[in-house]
């Protein structure tokens, strides 16, 4: 077989909605887009943890507290699927630790936003993790096979996790003026960068066209985005929120609410690292991960130990 | 011919020397290594890989498969094996591997043509 012959069967695969598995022929620009897309989701899900867990021990009482233990527990878990999926490509968990705290490799610019009030916990779950779902859904479908599987995994989980969001969104939204007003304040600082987590427009995304022919994509950002927004406006209306887009209207002929413009310029800037809690969530990574150094070496020399400690009374019984 | 196979057989469950990728050699010497894990989800069932996860041993496995893999009950035993004793079939031979069930569709019920009034059978 030729080059040309191993592209016309993975092309054929792709076209026939067959999987890729690990060990199959794939270019080389598929496994570098899925080990950066891979990845990059790992990130998100591990920093996603840090917002979070800053209102652990804050949370109002044992029923939020126990529920927000799961959904950031979760959230480790799910990182961890996803680090397993792109180790499959031929990258080690540590090069990806390593490009994660050298800034080589991105997160969801949505966790470089500061979690100040609990209702922000609501929101987060109500809007950070129903963008995550919109996104997240088709990849179900993704043609990579071990990425498709942690998917499926994830987004079984996922789902109680944007219930529960909106769920306090709800109980504020229906409590006293300040704790109404606390859910909008919430409301009116996550939704924008919620609409920017399917990322820039299609115009502007160079990798959508490309993952789009080879299936890793299902669907472009804007119509993720759009598919988002009508849905969570109607949410937002059924507990009396309000939406902050003044241009924001339902367009009978399109079908699907008009938005105002994005402020990609603020996206930009988080993505390169500008974003209010860039360096915040960066250094807690890297603190875990040089301060659990020695717990790692010490599990494995242990484990060391004990094998040869096995070996010896083995050879001696022989 | 063989070369270039083999350069491109890399990253796969119980392959995890060859996964190199195109950048030459990873050092995974810092690295718990990596385990495959197999979750039976009820009494009566087979185990059914689940994925993979790093641990230094094989009872830090069984508890981090605990913890990663069945937070929602998905399992009532759970299997771990280190990822290096894994050792596939190797999918650019899948044609001939296969080929001798190809033309055996005796093998199958439905290639005997029986007459309809035949019952239990």
Known sequence: MTVHSFQEHFDAKIDSEVMIEPRDWMPDDYRKTLIRQISQHAHSEIV?????GNWITRAPS?????????????????????YSAAETLGITRDEMYDQLHTGKAKYSSIFNYPTITWADMGAIGWLVDGAAIMNQVPLCRTSYGPYARAMVRV?????????????????????????????????NRWWWPSIMMFGPNDADS???????????????????RQKFIDVTVEQAKLIGLTVPDPDLK?????????????NWDEFWNVVKGNGPCNKER????????ENGAWVRDAAMAYSEKRKARKENKETKAA | MNQFINKNLYGDYGDKEQATGASGTH???????????FIRSKAGLDHKHAGSLHAADAKMAVENARDVYTR???????????????????????????EPANDKVYRHPTFYNLPDELTHM
């Not at chain 1, 990798?207 to 950002?221: E, G, L, Y």
């Not at chain 2, 050092?27 to 495959?36: F, H, I, R, S």
């Open chain 1, 48 to 52: 996603g943890m840090l917002p979070e």
């Open chain 1, 62 to 82: 044992l029923r939020r507290k126990a529920v927000l233990l799961a959904k950031v527990q979760d959230e480790g878990g799910h990182g961890l699927y996803l």
């Open chain 1, 155 to 187: 987004c079984k989980e996922e789902s109680f996790h944007q219930r529960q969001g909106f769920e306090i969104m709800m109980t504020l939204a229906n409590g006293t003026d300040i704790q109404k007003k606390m859910a909008q304040d919430a409301l």
């Open chain 1, 206 to 224: 160079p990798h959508t066209a490309q993952s789009m022919r080879w299936r890793i994509k299902r669907f472009t950002n804007d119509e993720l």
């Open chain 1, 250 to 262: 339902w367009n009978q002929e399109r079908g699907h609410y008009d938005f105002g413009p994005i």
């Open chain 1, 282 to 289: 960066l250094e807690a990574r890297k603190n875990a991960w």
């Open chain 2, 27 to 37: 050092n995974t010497a810092n690295e718990w290594p990596l385990w495959e894990v």
């Open chain 2, 72 to 98: 929602r009950m998905e399992g009532v035993s759970i299997w771990v094996v280190e990822s290096k004793y894994v050792h596939a079939s190797d999918p650019f031979e899948a044609a001939s591997m296969y």
